[in-house]
T-cell receptor
Framework: QKEVEQDPGPLSVPEGAIVSLNCTYS??????FMWYRQYSRKGPELLMYTYSSGNKEDGRFTAQVDKSSKYISLFIRDSQPSDSATYLC??????????FGGGTRVLVKP | EAQVTQNPRYLITVTGKKLTVTCSQN?????MSWYRQDPGLGLRQIYY???????DKGDVPEGYKVSRKEKRNFPLILESPSPNQTSLYFCASSFTAGPSSGANVLTFGAGSRLTVL
């Protein structure tokens, strides 16, 4: 079993819809939770990060962490075609080592 | 512009022919790392370096070597490439996290697509 599980998709939604992404994990030592966005032929770039449980909002993006369920989510409101990308969850305990999910490919259709 | 630069971006080679993928960052980051990305497997860490002359294995180090002689450079060496090393490779860097530090943001390069025939 992988340490971090993420549905590969693709997830296809119409423009303006809410995109809902999630990851589950097994390592209870993870404290820091991140979402990276990766456009085709580009490297991943950090979208959001949260520490421990709770919600964090940044514009159209909301990240949620539920440590009791070992489950994290990313919501994209009012999705745009420019949001079409692969979204990778990543998490870590103390230190530098990040563990990534496999990524979910998202397609937002005009 | 703050960035991580990888070269080459694309490479086709043959089994056994040694190659080096270079990585350079201009942000004075202590921490550098190499990942490979394969369909269904996500990003897997190959090697990382906490600082100059300090390197360590990641999750999939077999068949790779690295060196860190200068802070800005962290080349990935494939001494005898094999077809199972065909992949998309990413170099990344960040400031070094202490035991109780927060989320260190990794800056990734644009990737190097390697095909070994």
């Amino acid at each position: 079993q992988k340490e971090v599980e993420q549905d590969p998709g693709p997830l296809s939604v119409p423009e303006g819809a809410i995109v809902s992404l999630n990851c589950t994990y097994s390592n209870s030592a993870f404290q820091y939770f991140m979402w990276y966005r990766q456009y085709s032929r580009k490297g991943p770039e950090l979208l959001m990060y949260t520490y421990s449980s709770g919600n964090k909002e940044d514009g159209r993006f909301t990240a949620q962490v539920d440590k009791s369920s070992k489950y994290i989510s990313l919501f994209i409101r009012d999705s745009q075609p420019s949001d079409s990308a692969t979204y990778l969850c990543a998490m870590k305990a103390a230190g530098n080592k990040l563990t990534f999910g496999g990524g979910t490919r998202v397609l937002v259709k005009p | 512009e703050a960035q991580v630069t990888q070269n080459p971006r694309y490479l086709i080679t043959v089994t056994g022919k040694k190659l080096t993928v270079t990585c350079s960052q201009n942000m004075n980051h202590e921490y550098m790392s190499w990942y490979r990305q394969d369909p269904g497997l996500g990003l897997r860490q190959i090697y990382y370096s906490m600082n100059v002359e300090v390197t360590d294995k990641g999750d999939v180090p077999e068949g790779y070597k690295v060196s860190r002689k200068e802070k800005r450079n962290f080349p990935l060496i494939l001494e005898s490439p094999s077809p199972n090393q065909t992949s998309l490779y990413f170099c990344a860097s960040s400031f070094t996290a202490g035991p109780s530090s927060g989320a260190n943001v990794l800056t990734f390069g644009a990737g190097s697509r390697l095909t070994v025939l």
